[in-house]
């Protein structure tokens, strides 16, 4: 699996762009070659463009036991049982609240406040939301 990133460098070609991610297994498999005799970590980590600290840190979490390679028959699956679908009730037309009448003359409606500011409102206007609006207004 490639996991490469093309990545972005600045002015003094240090690299800005997003990290790599190195798979468990891919991990695993660098430090292997790290242990063959007569290999460099450096030189290892120079070979698949790693920096070495980074090999070094990968080194710790294995001898910790925290780097592990872990296969699709060690995870512990769940069981899981399907059941029919929980069906809502219906809900009666006449059973839901009506909304306020809109209304649907045409007009302007300026208002002037404090501060020299203006709010106009222009064409059909919701005269609730318009009551909420100015109650809320009122509270600042």
Not at 57 to 71: K, N
Request: proline share 6%.
């Amino acid at each position: 699996m490639d996991t490469s990133v093309v990545s972005k460098t600045d002015r003094l070609g240090r690299r800005t762009g997003p990290r790599r991610k190195y798979l468990v297994g891919e991990k695993l498999r660098i430090l292997e070659e790290t242990r063959r005799p007569g290999a460099s970590i450096a030189e290892v980590a120079r070979a698949h463009g790693i920096n070495a600290n980074v090999v070094f840190g990968w080194r710790r979490l294995a001898q910790r036991g925290l780097l592990r390679a872990e296969s699709a028959e060690s995870i512990p699956l769940l069981p899981v049982k399907v059941e029919s679908p929980t069906l809502l009730p219906t809900v009666k037309a006449s059973s839901v609240p009506k909304a306020a009448p809109v209304s649907r003359e045409r007009g302007v409606i300026e208002i002037e406040f404090a501060g020299g500011i203006r709010m106009r409102l222009q064409g059909a206007v919701d005269a609730l939301l318009l009551k909420r609006v100015l109650k809320a207004l009122r509270r600042q």
